[in-house]
């Protein structure tokens, strides 16, 4: 069955970076888009990157652009997000999801705390 397993997540100070991980198996993980969402506690889950099937191109949402970085690794079958100078706001949960018809797939999601 579809598995995605995230792990990178910790606490980190504000300008601090962290290189989140997602592990996936159970499907044809090159044939796909992968991406990061984030949910901060009260609020609603945000798309932060999305990465095409073959790597070549990328989307992130603005409160991100510049500082974070998404890849892939088909070969290993594991994307990645790096985060560069992090800010408190960035805190939240952070998800790797594929979408397969008809439903989207979802990690059980990392901690990511922004604080001194």
């Known amino acids: 069955q579809v598995q995605l397993v995230e792990s990178g997540g910790g606490l980190v100070q504000p300008g601090g970076s962290l290189r989140l991980s997602c592990a996936a198996s159970?499907?044809?993980?090159?044939?796909?888009?992968m991406s990061w969402y984030r949910q901060a506690p009260g609020k609603e889950r945000e798309l932060v990157a999305r990465i095409a099937s073959a790597g070549g191109n990328t989307y992130y949402a603005d409160s991100v652009k510049g500082r974070f970085a998404i890849s892939r690794d088909n070969a290993k079958n594991t994307v990645y997000l790096q985060m560069n100078s992090l800010k408190p706001e960035d805190t939240a949960v952070y998800y790797c999801?594929?979408?397969?018809?008809?439903?989207?797939?979802w990690g059980q999601g990392t901690q990511v705390t922004v604080s001194s």
């Open positions: 159970g499907f044809s993980f090159s044939t796909y888009a």
């Open positions: 999801s594929y979408y397969q018809p008809p439903r989207d797939y």
